[in-house]
């Protein structure tokens, strides 16, 4: 069955980095458009990165421009979220996700903590 795992989160402090990871299984991972999503405490969940099937097309949320990068290795069946100069307003439970078939696939997230 389908499955995604997400990893990387923790606190940083703001200014700092992080990686996130999502691997998948159980689906043709190179055949999806693949997003990463985050949810802050008390509201809803918002999308953050997209990619295209072969990597060559991305987009982001405006206010995390220029921070983030997502990427995919498709030969690994993961996607990553680069995450750099980290603010508080980042803070939330990160998960990767894809559609298929008007179905939403989600992992079960990763939380991400900005705060000195």
């Known amino acids: 069955q389908v499955q995604l795992v997400e990893s990387g989160g923790g606190l940083v402090q703001p200014g700092g980095s992080l990686r996130l990871s999502c691997a998948a299984s159980?689906?043709?991972?190179?055949?999806?458009?693949m997003r990463w999503y985050r949810q802050a405490l008390g509201k809803e969940r918002e999308l953050v990165a997209s990619?295209?099937?072969?990597?060559?097309?991305?987009n982001y949320l405006a206010s995390v421009k220029g921070r983030f990068r997502i990427s995919r290795d498709n030969a690994k069946n993961t996607v990553y979220l680069q995450m750099n100069n980290l603010i508080s307003e980042d803070t939330g439970v990160y998960y990767c996700?894809?559609?298929?078939?008007?179905?939403?696939?989600w992992g079960q997230g990763t939380q991400v903590t900005v705060s000195s």
């Open positions: 996700g894809f559609d298929r078939d008007s179905v939403n696939y």
């Open positions: 159980g689906f043709t991972f190179r055949y999806y458009v």
């Open positions: 990619i295209s099937r072969d990597g060559g097309y991305r």
